[in-house]
């Protein structure tokens, strides 16, 4: 089965960083995109940044670009997400996603807080 774990979050104060992290299973990064989406209160959700399973590039929101990085570890089956220059909008549930055979698997979400 498809399985996607994610975790990282917290309490930051703006201007801090911090990284998640998205340990996948039941796949190879190889073999499917996988997401960050964020949901913030009241809003719906956004997707933010994805990976490549080809060649390991990478696609930003305008909102998050050049302040977060996404990578992947292929050992470990694992992508990051490196969040940088955090601000008190960047506060959101953050989810890790990937479509197989046509059904989208999300993790359960990370919460991150940006304190300002």
């Known amino acids: 089965d498809v399985q996607l774990q994610a975790s990282g979050g917290g309490l930051v104060q703006a201007g801090g960083s911090l990284r998640l992290s998205c340990a996948a299973s039941g796949f190879n990064l190889d073999e499917y995109v996988l997401g960050w989406f964020r949901q913030a209160p009241g809003k719906e959700r956004e997707a933010i940044s994805s990976?490549?399973?080809?060649?390991?590039?990478?696609v930003y929101a305008d909102s998050v670009k050049g302040r977060f990085s996404i990578s992947r570890d292929t050992a470990k089956n694992t992508v990051y997400l490196q969040m940088n220059s955090l601000k008190p909008e960047d506060t959101a549930v953050y989810y890790c996603?990937?479509?197989?055979?046509?059904?989208?698997?999300w993790g359960k979400g990370t919460l991150v807080t940006v304190s300002s």
């Open positions: 996603n990937t479509r197989s055979r046509g059904i989208d698997y």
């Open positions: 990976i490549s399973p080809y060649d390991g590039s990478a």
